[in-house]
């Protein structure tokens, strides 16, 4: 199956049948289908023009690394955004494609383009197939791993799967929640510095790969953090790692322009349309107090990583 021209539907973000701890799981076939498209890389997308950010949730991008990837979507520099885990909470394909959808919203809005993607599946260099939508008329492309997200404090909520029992090798492989992947550490890693190979990033921004779990931050932010750090290690074409804060930021002083919180804010409420978990307006959001702070902050983490980062890839 070539390349094929989709419109970014409206997908409601409603409930589906929550599963009781962590049993059962959404099996249902991917619609895109199994087909591999080749991977086209614009001839201006260039190194130095690049950038990757590689999160846990279709809203952490939005929430803590909204600056400087808002500034390169609205400069037309070359965006590539990984997210790992599908946000599904442990909920069906309804929701958490719902929130894919939201992602895609809220880049159009950004670049301040329509709401037009071009839908592919590209092989990685683990040989796994994943799912990437280029924004029509830019040099934006979001890839979804969909793997299962895990609660804040790293309890599997998908089919006794997450990230967490990953890295602690309780749980040898993950598996995608629409059952068309499977992961080890060592091929997970290896696919995010196949993505990093292929769109040639200058730059690399992450979650917290600097402090531990257990430090009020979701566990899906850590690990994602600390998969990205290990892999960029692998990454041979000379780039900058950044990494970002996560839910404790909260904590910090608000350090953003009254007009970059109202851009954020807008950006943010594209997404949530499509996510009846977050707050579904701007008063809403401006008084919910995880909400009303993270949108009002950006923090960048300084140091190095932390113990629990493998030395080696």
Not at 260 to 272: M, S
Not at 277 to 295: E, T
């Amino acid at each position: 199956m070539g390349l094929r021209r989709t419109r970014a539907l409206l997908v409601a973000a409603g409930l589906v049948a929550t599963l009781a701890g962590c049993a059962g799981s959404d099996q249902a076939t991917d619609r895109v289908g199994p087909a591999v498209d080749p991977v086209v890389v614009p001839a201006a997308c260039t190194t130095a023009s690049s950038s990757m950010d590689v999160v846990a949730h279709q809203d952490d991008d939005l929430l803590f690394i909204y600056s400087p990837t808002a500034s390169d979507v609205a400069a037309g520099r070359c965006v590539t955004t990984v997210y790992l885990t599908a946000g599904d909470d442990g909920l069906g394909r309804s929701y958490w494609e719902g929130r894919e959808a939201g992602a895609m919203a809220a880049y159009a809005g950004m670049a301040g383009v329509g709401n037009t993607w071009t839908t592919t599946r590209m092989r990685t260099a683990s040989g796994q197939v994943v799912l990437s939508q280029a924004l029509d008329g830019t040099h934006v492309r979001l890839v979804f791993l969909r793997l299962p997200a895990g609660s804040p404090r790293g309890r599997a909520v998908h089919h006794h799967e997450c990230l967490s029992r990953l890295r602690a090798g309780t749980g040898p492989v993950v598996h995608a929640v629409d059952g068309t992947a499977s992961y080890s550490s060592a091929s997970l890693r290896a696919t995010l510095t196949g993505l990093m190979t292929t769109f040639h990033p200058g730059v690399v921004r992450t979650l917290d790969y600097t402090d531990p779990t257990g430090d009020g931050d979701h566990t899906d932010h850590h690990n994602v953090a600390y998969y990205t750090y290990e892999a960029q290690r692998a990454y041979t074409v000379p780039h900058r790692v950044e990494g970002f804060r996560g839910y404790p930021m909260g904590r910090l002083p608000a350090n953003q322009p009254e007009a970059v919180d109202a851009r954020k804010l807008a950006t943010f409420l594209a997404y949530a349309a499509h996510d009846s978990h977050v707050c579904q307006s701007a008063a809403a959001c401006r008084d919910d107090r995880r909400y009303g702070s993270w949108l009002r902050r950006t923090y960048p983490v300084s140091g190095p990583p932390a113990p629990a980062v493998e030395s080696g890839t």
